[in-house]
């Protein structure tokens, strides 16, 4: 009987410390999950973003469709043609441990990025921040894959 249990303990020993290995890997992609649906919501912890001034008739840079079937007024913010700044989103995973997770966008990209998340010379887009709502969503995924190895 004895030896029954140990064998149990060590089963359950080794799916924890897989669970452990893996648990970063699955919390950064989770993370740029949130991310990602800041871009598709265009909102940060449910604030949405400024109005690009493109849109706001009245200002300089007032940009009006010259065609009706010119989708300027309309595309999202911070989301051009070539979506760089949302695909380099995508590959924002730079480094995981057991202690620390890194996200980051980085080169010509990471400069727009920048300025954008941090409001430095123009209104205040925040597309990557760790706030209240992701710390519960990494908590609570976290929570379910422990559950799901203890099953």
Do not use: C
């Not at 410390?17 to 912890?45: I, Y």
């Not at 995981?96 to 727009?112: E, K, L, P």
């Amino acid at each position: 009987m004895k030896s029954n249990a140990k064998a149990v303990i060590k089963r359950i020993e080794a799916k924890l410390k897989r669970a452990q290995a893996e648990m970063p890997k699955v919390l950064a992609n989770e993370g740029v999950k949130h991310f990602n649906k800041n871009f598709t919501t265009q909102s940060d912890e449910g604030q949405k973003w400024p109005e690009v001034k493109r849109r706001e008739s009245g200002t300089f840079s007032y940009k009006y469709p010259k065609k009706r079937y010119l989708a300027r007024r309309t595309n999202p913010i911070l989301v051009g043609k070539t979506r760089r700044l949302k695909n380099a989103v995508n590959r924002s995973i730079k480094s995981t441990s057991q202690r620390r997770i890194v996200w980051g966008v980085y080169g010509d990209v990471g400069n727009y990025g920048f300025f954008h998340n941090y409001g430095q010379g123009q209104k205040k887009r925040q597309f990557m921040a760790i706030t209240t709502k992701l710390k519960m969503v990494l908590k609570n995924k976290a929570y379910n894959v422990f559950r799901s190895v203890l099953k």
